[in-house]
C-alpha cells in the first residue's frame, strides 16, 4: 500500500472542510431568496417614508430621482421603483419590484 504524502493530506483535508461547508450552506438555506425578499421589502419601506415626507412638505408625491436629489432617500433603488399618478392630495404612487413575483402564479 502507498503511503500518502503530508501535502496529500493537507489538499484532501481542504477539499473534505470545502465540501462539507459547501453543503451546510446549502441546506440552511442560504441560497433561498428570502434574502432578495427582505431587501425588497426594505427598500419600499425606506422610499414609501421618503415619499410621505415629501407628501407633507411639498404636497405631492414624485420620482425616486426627485426624492434623491432633494436628499430625501439616500440611495438609488435596485429592486423598487415608483410610478407617480398626479391627482387630488399629494398623488397616487405605486411602489412595485419586477424582481419579485409572487409564487402564487
Known amino acids: 500500500m502507498k503511503k500518502l504524502s503530508f501535502w ?3 489538499i484532501g483535508a481542504f477539499a473534505l472542510t470545502f465540501v462539507v461547508g459547501f453543503a ?3 441546506l440552511s438555506g442560504a441560497t433561498t431568496n428570502a434574502g432578495t425578499t427582505g431587501a425588497i421589502r426594505v427598500e419600499r419601506a ?6 410621505k415626507v415629501r407628501c407633507r412638505t411639498y404636497g405631492t408625491y414624485t420620482s425616486t ?9 439616500a440611495f438609488k433603488p435596485v ?3 415608483v410610478v407617480y399618478l398626479p391627482g387630488k392630495h399629494c398623488g397616487t404612487i405605486i411602489i412595485g ?9
Open 8 to 10: 496529500h493530506l493537507l
Open 97 to 105: 419590484s419586477p424582481s419579485y413575483q409572487s409564487s402564487t402564479n
Open 24 to 26: 451546510v450552506y446549502v
Open 46 to 51: 425606506a422610499i414609501l417614508s421618503a415619499e
Open 79 to 81: 429592486y423598487n421603483s
Open 65 to 73: 430621482a426627485t426624492l434623491r436629489r432633494e436628499g430625501l432617500l
